[in-house]
Every structure is written in structure tokens, then in C-alpha cells.
């Protein structure tokens, strides 16, 4: 299980930074505002744990 910030999300900001540094503009400091939960129901499946539905039904992704 993982909460943490949306990699394409950050993918689009990098590339707005890169934009902005080559035509030479001022960089202003931003910070990601959408993260995601994924659970990977395999793995936890294997190690013998359960996830409540209510944090299945939360989150993001599943993976089975």
C-alpha cells in the first residue's frame, strides 16, 4: 500500500519547470497537491493481511 503524490502529476510540473527555464522566466516553487492511494491486494493477499473495505473502496487503485 502507498500514499504518496501523483507521479503524472509531477511528470506535468517538471515539465512546466523545464518550459520556463529555457526561455529564461522566473521558477516559481510549487508543491503537488494530488496524491493517490494504491493498494496491492495480491501482495497483501500473500502475506495474510486484510484490507478493510472501506480503505479498498478509498482508495485510488487497486491492484489484484
Known amino acids: 500500500m502507498t500514499y504518496s503524490a501523483s507521479i ?10 523545464v518550459d520556463r527555464i529555457l526561455r ?6 510549487q508543491q503537488l497537491t494530488k ?6 491486494l495480491k501482495t497483501a493477499k500473500a502475506l ?4 478493510a473495505q472501506s480503505l479498498q473502496v478509498a482508495a ?5
Open 8 to 17: 503524472t502529476k509531477a511528470y506535468h510540473l517538471a515539465v512546466g519547470y
Open 24 to 29: 529564461r522566466k522566473a521558477v516559481p516553487v
Open 35 to 40: 496524491y493517490e492511494l494504491v493498494i496491492n
Open 48 to 51: 495474510g493481511l486484510s484490507i
Open 60 to 64: 485510488d487503485e487497486l491492484i489484484e
